[in-house]
């Protein structure tokens, strides 16, 4: 059950088939219209926008789209209000999870939310009681075709990194919050392509999924949240078998 390991996750990302990736593109569209109606359009001045074009490039997001969403954000089409949510989920098996949402109607999504949970074996904790197994870092991680590791691993440590990983697939860049876009910065200014990039939530401790039932359940009930309209981003603390 490796299809929720971070390098999965990516590959599974790009290369979406066109319904997952026509429902990607509109997760997107409303996290970039978002970040503009908040802090303007220029990328510059707007590290939220920044990140999430970063994502619809590694998605292969159109540029018309993207266009489209900016124009949507700076006051042009359709004007909708969203607020951003963050749910606190107890999965099977122990898992943890934390869910972040854009809505634009917070009543409907909670209930339809609750409703997915109970179907598929998961609860919404208290507040507070799942952040607690995260800590929000940075994490960059950059394919081993093309990458050398000695060469990368000093950039990023030079730039403020505070971890590197060298994994079977390539190598993952652990940085604070606040260093993140330096050292994103300092790793494509060396010509190094980050397959994905975000600050992001990094579980203290996993829970290790050994057997075929468990996994299938907890990636059953992620599959689903992931899944849903107003659903950004799943982070979970289970730790699946790699086959």
Request: net charge negative.
């Amino acid at each position: 059950m490796a299809g929720h390991s971070r390098w999965a996750k990516v590959k599974h990302f790009k290369g979406g088939i066109d319904a997952k990736r026509a429902k990607i593109f509109a997760k997107l569209s409303r996290e970039i219209t978002i970040a503009t109606k908040i802090s303007g359009g220029d990328p510059g001045m707007n590290p939220r926008l920044r990140m999430a074009l970063l994502k619809s490039r590694e998605a292969n997001m159109p540029k018309e789209n993207i266009d489209r969403a900016i124009r949507r954000g700076t006051g042009e089409g359709e004007q909708v209000t969203y607020e951003d949510l963050t749910y606190e989920v107890y999965g099977p098996h122990g898992v943890a999870m934390v869910v972040e949402l854009s809505t634009d109607n917070r009543n409907r999504t909670a209930a339809e939310i609750r409703s997915l949970m109970t179907k598929a074996g998961g609860s919404i904790a208290t507040a507070g009681a799942v952040t607690r197994l995260f800590q929000r870092k940075g994490l960059m991680m950059v394919s081993r075709e093309g990458a050398n590791e000695d060469a990368l691993m000093e950039v990023a440590l030079e730039a403020g990194a505070e971890d590197f990983k060298a994994e079977p697939e390539g190598f993952e860049i652990l940085t604070e919050p606040a260093s993140f876009e330096v050292v994103h910065t300092a790793i494509e200014a060396k010509g190094f392509k980050c397959a994905s990039a975000s600050v992001t939530h990094v579980p203290t401790l996993t829970v290790p999924l050994t057997e075929t039932e468990a996994a299938a359940a907890v990636a059953k009930l992620i599959e689903a949240i992931e899944d849903h309209d107003d659903v950004k981003e799943v982070y979970s603390n289970a730790a699946f078998a790699e086959g």
